[in-house]
């Protein structure tokens, strides 16, 4: 059944409204960057779901339009508190984006050609890398990745990111391969 | 057609032909609103990505709230970054409870099997498209590998490895 507001859900309503905002406050480099913050938050501290279930939650993130940012809301709100959570993960996780740049659009318009800004920027890029990387190695660890399975990543992220290859394509061709290959090893069990 | 009419419907558009995440959705943006629409010149979309990158939260919603207010004001913001999250709160809402369901069906299991390696390669994607024009001296490469043994090794808090980074640069830069 969908789940709607419940009197004992407010707190978690709450605690969810402002985890995700601070998540998306203090992450640079757009949704995928928020990733690593939300396993932290979800998975370690607060518990909400499973290190399996955030693997499984990111793939259908994938799988689905929109910003990540609000498909994890939306999924892991839902899990704590039904629908009343989902739209409070999602408004946290969309309001510093929304509240910062309309400022900047307002007061500031030549932002990215102050010196100071720049030299943050520069020292925050590297580092936005890492925090991408490590998420990668931590999930192909949980996933066991072998050495027969490592091509599938290899092949998706050369195509997405020097090809410029549309990530819905990727998912619709693995996930018909996941199916493809399913259906291969049941018919040669039964032989 | 009324501007507002306009605006919801590109970037619900955009909401619901968008995947992937963070930088891949920019070329779509791209696409509508400067070529399709004319609402920014290409220069300004360049301006407009390199704020993105500057400000907190996902780009496609900096994006939606910037174009918005250059073409309708505080009320073209709103209307627009509504629009961009609409499809995907209601599509990943009934996924979400159609998900817990159909976990263990076995055709649902088997195409996952596939798809999830593949999300690996879509988050190191993102990796690999944030480093373009991130490693511009020895200097930031240092940075990746502390923030990155920091991170991986020592279990170091990821905000605060965000906000010294920054400093760092700050610093380093400056």
């Known amino acids: 059944m969908v789940k709607f507001f419940g009197g004992e859900n407010v707190g978690n309503i709450m605690d969810l409204f402002v985890t995700f905002l601070k998540i998306s406050t203090f992450t640079v480099g757009g ?6 913050l939300i396993e932290q ?5 607060k518990k909400w779901i499973t290190e399996e279930e955030f693997i499984d ?7 689905i339009p929109g910003p990540i940012a609000v498909d994890t809301a939306v999924y892991i709100g839902y899990k704590v508190a039904g629908i009343g ?5 999602m408004l946290g996780a969309t309001l510093s984006a929304f509240v910062a740049i309309l400022v900047i659009a307002i007061y500031f318009t030549n932002l990215n050609q102050n010196k100071a800004v720049d030299a943050v920027f520069m020292g925050l890029r590297p580092a936005v890398v890492a925090l991408l990387a490590i998420p990668v190695l931590k999930m192909a660890k949980s996933l066991k990745i072998n050495p027969k399975t490592i091509i599938i990543p290899i092949v998706t992220a050369i195509l997405v990111s020097f090809y410029n290859i549309n990530a819905v394509y ?3 061709a693995s996930g018909l391969g996941g199916l493809a290959y399913g259906c291969m090893r049941r018919r040669s069990a039964r032989s | 057609m009324s501007l507002y009419l306009k605006l919801f419907l590109v970037f619900m558009k955009i909401g619901l032909f968008s995947y992937g995440g963070g930088n891949a959705i920019l070329p779509l943006i791209k696409q509508e ?3 399709n629409n004319l609402w920014l010149k290409s220069s300004e979309f360049t301006d407009l990505v390199a ?12 994006a939606a709230t910037y174009i918005g207010y250059k073409v309708g004001g505080i ?24 998900f817990t369901k159909f976990k263990e069906n076995r055709y649902v299991k088997e195409a996952f099997s596939g798809i999830l390696p593949a999300t690996v390669g879509l988050i190191a994607s993102a990796a690999i498209m944030v480093s373009f024009g991130s490693f511009v001296d020895y200097k930031s490469i240092l940075i990746f590998a502390c923030v990155f043994i920091a991170g991986y090794v020592y279990k170091v808090d990821i905000i605060k490895l965000t906000v010294v980074s920054g400093f760092i640069g700050f610093i380093l830069y400056r």
């Open chain 1, 31 to 36: 949704g995928p960057a928020m990733l690593p």
């Open chain 1, 41 to 45: 938050s979800a998975v370690y501290d």
């Open chain 1, 57 to 63: 939650m990111v793939a259908l993130s994938q799988s």
């Open chain 1, 85 to 89: 959570g989902s739209i409070s993960a």
């Open chain 1, 170 to 172: 990727i998912i619709i």
């Open chain 2, 33 to 35: 609103i400067v070529i």
């Open chain 2, 51 to 62: 704020i993105a990158q500057v400000t907190p939260g996902p780009i496609a919603i900096n």
């Open chain 2, 75 to 98: 009320w073209g913001s709103v209307i627009s970054s509504v629009a961009l999250i609409l499809p995907t709160f209601i599509i990943m809402l009934l996924i979400t409870t159609m």
